[in-house]
């Protein structure tokens, strides 16, 4: 009896064994799971981690904030104030050391072929023929229909003044931000309804193309300043998309005038 409690007492524990792999493992330098847990989530890594969220975060706190402010009512608001005439358009060219640059810009025609504007000379190859870049383009931009009349008062007779002539374009972009509508099936058959029929080729050398934007257009529009949507935006870029010349609403005389002999100025350029 006394000899099996002798047996009984030593026989190795739970513990024993645990404490006994542990201590092999320590001897032959194995890593233990928690290193390596430790090596595939590294601090630096967390640390950017957080840091990209956060930045985020920032950022969608800030367009949340300018979203609020500047609401439908706000914008009727001040539209009521000037018509739509945010500011007076430039009277003379904006020199090139101090244009900025016309951001990029994904578009549709009404076929269902997409491009980016502007056409840049730098986005040509080296050995590309570069003649195929507009000297200068004008960009008339409409968030909201009722700014189609804006538009036309400044599209119109710039098509009348340039019909004839080489290296101009015209662009007149409509954005659709609507979720529904931006969906593929229903954007496929908002353009299909876009299309126009071609009765007869047009003759002029002038470029002249309809084209929409879909999406969401927040950075855009933030790059560009523009805040009320309901005027209507001009913009006159040269061949390396820099902004030269910009206008706003309802065109009057002068700035016609004006936005006539910048576009003759850089048709002159080299």
Same mark, same amino acid.
């Given at each position: 009896?006394?000899?099996?409690?002798?047996?009984?007492?030593?026989?190795?524990?739970?513990?024993?064994?645990?404490?006994?792999?542990?201590?092999?493992?320590?001897?032959?330098?194995?890593?233990?799971?928690?290193?390596?847990?430790?090596?595939?989530?590294?601090?630096?890594?967390?640390?950017?981690?957080?840091?990209?969220?956060?930045?985020?975060?920032?950022?969608?706190?800030?367009?949340?904030?300018?979203?609020?402010?500047?609401?439908?009512?706000?914008?009727?608001?001040?539209?009521?104030?000037?018509?739509?005439?945010?500011?007076?358009?430039?009277?003379?060219?904006?020199?090139?050391?101090?244009?900025?640059?016309?951001?990029?810009?994904? &578009? =549709? /025609?009404? @076929?269902?072929?997409?491009?980016?504007? +502007?056409?840049?000379?730098?986005? *040509?190859?080296?050995?590309?023929? %570069?003649?195929?870049?507009?000297?200068?383009?004008?960009?008339?931009?409409?968030?909201?229909?009722?700014?189609?009349?804006?538009?036309?008062?400044?599209?119109?007779?710039?098509?009348?003044?340039?019909?004839?002539?080489?290296?101009?374009?015209?662009?007149? &972009? =409509? /954005?659709? @931000?609507?979720?529904?509508?931006?969906? +593929?099936?229903?954007?496929?058959? *908002?353009?299909?309804?876009?299309? %126009?029929?071609?009765?007869?080729?047009?003759?002029?050398?002038?470029?002249?193309?309809?084209?929409?934007?879909?999406?969401?257009?927040?950075?855009?529009?933030?790059?560009?300043?523009?805040?009320?949507?309901?005027?209507?935006?001009?913009?006159?870029?040269?061949?390396?998309?820099?902004?030269?010349?910009?206008?706003f609403g309802l065109a009057k005389e002068d700035e016609i005038s004006s936005l006539h002999s910048c576009t003759s100025l850089l048709l002159d350029e080299k």
């Open positions: 009896m006394v000899s099996l409690k002798r047996m009984i007492r030593r026989r190795p524990s739970l513990r024993d064994y645990v404490v006994g792999f542990a201590a092999e493992k320590v001897h032959c330098h194995c890593p233990l799971p928690s290193q390596h847990l430790a090596r595939l989530t590294p601090k630096r890594f967390l640390d950017l981690h957080q840091f990209i969220n956060k930045k985020a975060i920032e950022e969608e706190r800030a367009r949340l904030g300018d979203e609020m402010k500047r609401g439908y009512f706000a914008d009727m608001a001040e539209f009521k104030q000037h018509g739509g005439k945010i500011a007076v358009a430039n009277k003379v060219i904006i020199p090139a050391m101090a244009a900025v640059k016309f951001p990029d810009l994904e &578009v =549709s /025609f009404s @076929d269902g072929k997409t491009m980016k504007l +502007p056409i840049r000379v730098s986005d *040509l190859a080296v050995d590309s023929d %570069k003649s195929s870049v507009p000297k200068a383009s004008l960009v008339c931009l409409s968030f909201r229909a009722s700014s189609q009349e804006m538009i036309n008062s400044w599209s119109v007779p710039f098509l009348e003044a340039f019909r004839k002539s080489k290296g101009v374009h015209l662009y007149q &972009v =409509s /954005f659709i @931000d609507s979720w529904l509508l931006c969906r +593929p099936p229903i954007k496929r058959f *908002l353009l299909w309804t876009m299309k %126009k029929p071609n009765n007869h080729e047009s003759k002029d050398t002038l470029e002249k193309h309809t084209v929409y934007s879909f999406g969401d257009h927040y950075y855009f529009r933030k790059e560009l300043q523009i805040l009320n949507l309901l005027t209507g935006y001009i913009f006159l870029l040269d061949n390396f998309g820099r902004v030269r010349w910009q206008g």
